[in-house]
């Protein structure tokens, strides 16, 4: 549902959705109750695990992105945003997301296949993975405090983020962006150790809801007075951001259920459920250029002969983003197909075209 969340996000761009469903903040909850469940075993091989699996996928759609961007002519040494030499040290950053990786602000044209923003928007998921990465290697040291200090530790990353969210401390460039991301969600990602560690139930149901609450009343009430370009988009808003997904997520883990499967009439959507778990970070890698890959191919519908007047362009034009909508899901479909096996080399396990839970029939025995 998170990875949904995301895709509808980004398409339709409705502000509204991030106070609906805050799931970056659900995506790094639930990646961080797996971090504390896998550091039962010793700190070294399991952030080194979760490094290797990160990796290989990374290094496909790097590959793809910096050949796409390469042909267009983007020379990383000229380029007089990044500074010389030091953009091509930078291209390091698409190996091992420790930082934010360089890209042209503007490659092609408007009037081209893309528009010229395409590779800062094909960029843009490049964040998430490199918070991820160092929310894994702070983990044991995080963990570990959370056991000493609970409530410091749960709190600190709120705190951290009222500091740096507001303004009273800046740090400039991308080392300040990186270090808001790691405020701003690491009261989730915190959240997920102290539910894998059993922290949550210790406190009573009624009052953790309380407290959630009146959290998430204060974000709201901290988006109403600071509202950035996009209105209530509460991620240009981190205080408000940390507070109503922190919120939400202790929330959340207060009822979450434990399934095998999907219940009742939810059972339809399993093995969608399943596939987008095993696909997670496929899918969150290349939503954003399948995205833009929409478009080209819904232009080659003014070409159509049956749309050759103005009523058929009208109304081409008016459901333009929902065609991108319907167009981007088999799209992901193929991108899963083309490059959704490299999760599983990553993981040491055999390669799987369709990860969906489905069980293959076993051949019924011959009768002699």
Same mark, same amino acid.
């Given at each position: 549902m998170?990875?949904?969340?995301?895709?509808?996000?980004h398409?339709?761009?409705w502000?509204?959705?991030?106070i609906?469903?805050?799931?970056?903040?659900v995506?790094?909850a639930?990646?961080g109750?797996?971090?504390?469940?896998?550091?039962?075993?010793?700190?070294p091989?399991?952030?080194?695990?979760?490094?290797?699996?990160?990796l290989p996928p990374?290094?496909?759609f790097?590959?793809?992105?910096?050949?796409?961007?390469?042909?267009?002519?983007?020379? &990383?040494?000229?380029?007089?945003d990044?500074g010389?030499?030091?953009?091509?040290?930078?291209?390091f950053?698409?190996?091992?997301p420790?930082?934010?990786?360089?890209y &042209?602000?503007?490659?092609?044209?408007?009037?081209?296949?893309?528009?010229?923003?395409w590779?800062?928007?094909?960029v843009?998921?490049?964040?998430?993975l490199?918070a991820?990465?160092?929310?894994?290697?702070?983990?044991?040291?995080?963990l570990?405090?959370?056991?000493?200090v609970?409530?410091a530790?749960?709190?600190?990353?709120?705190a951290?983020t009222?500091?740096?969210?507001t303004?009273?401390?800046t740090?400039p460039?991308?080392?300040g962006?990186?270090?808001?991301d790691? +405020?701003?969600?690491?009261g989730?990602?915190?959240?997920?150790?102290a539910?894998?560690?059993?922290?949550?139930?210790?406190?009573?149901?009624?009052? %953790?809801?309380?407290? %959630?609450?009146?959290?998430?009343?204060f974000?709201?009430?901290?988006?109403?007075?600071?509202?950035g370009?996009?209105?209530?988009?509460l991620?240009?808003?981190?205080l408000?951001?940390?507070?109503?997904s922190?919120g939400f997520?202790?929330?959340?883990?207060?009822y979450s259920?434990?399934w095998?499967?999907?219940?009742?009439?939810l059972?339809r959507?399993?093995?969608?459920?399943t596939?987008?778990?095993?696909r997670a970070?496929?899918?969150y890698?290349?939503?954003n250029?399948?995205?833009?890959?929409?478009?080209?191919?819904?232009?080659? +519908?003014?070409?159509?002969?049956?749309?050759?007047n103005?009523?058929?362009v009208?109304?081409l034009?008016s459901?333009?983003?929902?065609?991108m909508?319907v167009?981007?899901?088999?799209?992901i479909?193929l991108?899963?197909?083309?490059?959704?096996?490299?999760?599983?080399?990553?993981?040491?396990?055999g390669?799987r075209l369709?990860?969906?839970?489905?069980?293959?029939?076993? &051949?019924?025995?011959?009768?002699?």
């Open positions: 998170a990875l949904v969340r995301v895709v509808v996000y398409l339709f761009g502000a509204w959705l991030t609906l469903f805050p799931s970056m903040g995506m790094f639930l990646a109750s797996l971090m504390a469940r896998s550091l039962k075993r010793p700190a091989s399991v952030i080194r695990g979760r490094i290797r699996r990160l990374l290094w496909a790097s590959a793809v992105l910096l050949t796409l961007m390469f042909a267009g002519g983007w020379n &990383p040494a000229k380029d007089p990044l010389g030499t030091w953009g091509v040290v930078e291209l950053d698409y190996l091992v420790v930082g934010a990786p360089p &042209p602000w503007s490659l092609g044209s408007d009037s081209g296949l893309l528009e010229s923003t590779a800062e928007q094909a843009g998921p490049l964040w998430y490199r991820y990465l160092w929310f894994v290697v702070a983990s044991p040291l995080l570990w405090a959370l056991r000493r609970p409530w530790t749960l709190l600190a990353p709120l951290l009222a500091v740096l969210g303004g009273l401390v740090i460039g991308e080392t962006n990186a270090v808001t790691f +405020a701003v969600y690491g989730c990602w915190v959240l997920g150790l539910h894998q560690e059993g922290v949550l139930r210790r406190i009573p149901r009624y009052a %953790a809801v309380s407290c %959630a609450t009146l959290l998430m009343a974000g709201l009430w901290w988006a109403s007075g600071h509202q370009p996009e209105g209530w988009d991620n240009d808003i981190p408000a951001q940390a507070t109503w922190f997520v202790a929330i959340l883990l207060q259920p434990s095998q499967e999907l219940p009742g009439r059972a959507w399993d093995r969608l459920v596939l987008s778990n095993n970070v496929t899918i890698l290349w939503h250029m399948l995205i833009m890959a929409t478009g080209p191919l819904i232009d080659r +519908a003014y070409d159509l002969p049956f749309m050759q103005e009523q058929a009208a109304a034009d459901t333009y983003t929902f065609w909508f167009l981007v899901w088999p799209l479909g991108a899963i197909l083309a490059f959704g096996w490299i999760e599983d080399i990553a993981a040491k396990r390669p369709w990860p969906n839970g489905k069980k293959r029939g076993r &051949p019924r025995a011959r009768q002699v």
